[in-house]
T-cell receptor, first 118, second 113 residues
Framework: AQKITQTQPGMFVQEKEAVTLDCTYD???????LFWYKQPSSGEMIFLIY??????QNATEGRYSLNFQKARKSANLVISASQLGDSAMYFC???????????????FGSGTQLTVLP | EAGVAQSPRYKIIEKRQSVAFWCNPI?????LYWYQQILGQGPKLLIQ????????DSQLPKDRFSAERLKGVDSTLKIQPAKLEDSAVYLC???????????FGPGTRLTVL
């Protein structure tokens, strides 16, 4: 089974509007971390936001927020007030056994291509 | 703070040739990762180093791929011989091992003809 599922290959949003990018995950590990990365056309992966499985509150970083619904195993990224520079590929990723303290591997979804329209 | 450096940025080779990629992680980062990202997919981990030791290489095709991290700093990933399906972007990332995020380099885009 896929560990990370991103069901939206492409999304369009009007500039200054909010957009939600979906991500569902599958794990039996009680301790895990969820990440969102942005990959512009230049190719570099840029870290956006992180949510730990034991975090009580949804993570926020500026215009990015993570809508974490643990029971549904979803970790959707919300971008508020979209900007033209937000056009990029967005990847959801998970790292299991996070509490071990060691740096373990990330498992990535297939990504969502976001296009912000002027 | 300087980011993760990778070279070359682009490489075109013919199948059965050899190729090597270089990565210099962020200073002080003990953990280094090599990922393969095929067009239209998310990155897939090939190998993870902690200092100069291998932590995970379960997804590395060891018959043709090799990697080393001498002295626990920079790293080299080699493919020998290359196949058409090796065409991908090869991303290097590093982390301190104690914080959450991995920092990625710009990647090397490999085309195998």
């Amino acid at each position: 089974a896929q560990k990370i599922t991103q069901t939206q290959p492409g999304m369009f949003v009007q500039e200054k509007e909010a957009v939600t990018l979906d991500c569902t995950y599958d794990t039996s590990d009680p301790s895990y971390g969820l990440f969102w990365y942005k990959q512009p056309s230049s190719g570099e992966m840029i870290f956006l936001i992180y949510q730990g499985s034991y975090d009580q509150q949804n993570a926020t970083e500026g215009r990015y927020s993570l809508n974490f619904q643990k029971a549904r195993k979803s970790a959707n990224l919300v971008i508020s007030a979209s900007q033209l520079g937000d056009s990029a590929m967005y990847f959801c990723a998970m790292r299991e056994s996070f509490s071990s303290g060691s740096a373990r591997q990330l498992t990535f979804g297939s990504g969502t291509q976001l296009t912000v329209l002027p | 703070e300087a980011g993760v450096a990778q070279s070359p940025r682009y490489k075109i080779i013919e199948k059965r040739q050899s190729v090597a990629f270089w990565c210099n992680p962020i200073s002080g980062h003990a953990t280094l990762y090599w990922y393969q990202q095929i067009l239209g997919q998310g990155p897939k981990l090939l190998i993870q180093f902690q200092n100069n030791g291998v932590v995970d290489d379960s997804q590395l095709p060891k018959d043709r791929f090799s990697a080393e991290r001498l002295k626990g700093v920079d790293s080299t990933l080699k493919i020998q011989p290359a196949k058409l399906e090796d065409s991908a972007v090869y991303l290097c990332a590093s982390s301190s091992g104690l914080v959450n995020e991995q920092f990625f380099g710009p990647g090397t885009r490999l085309t195998v003809l």
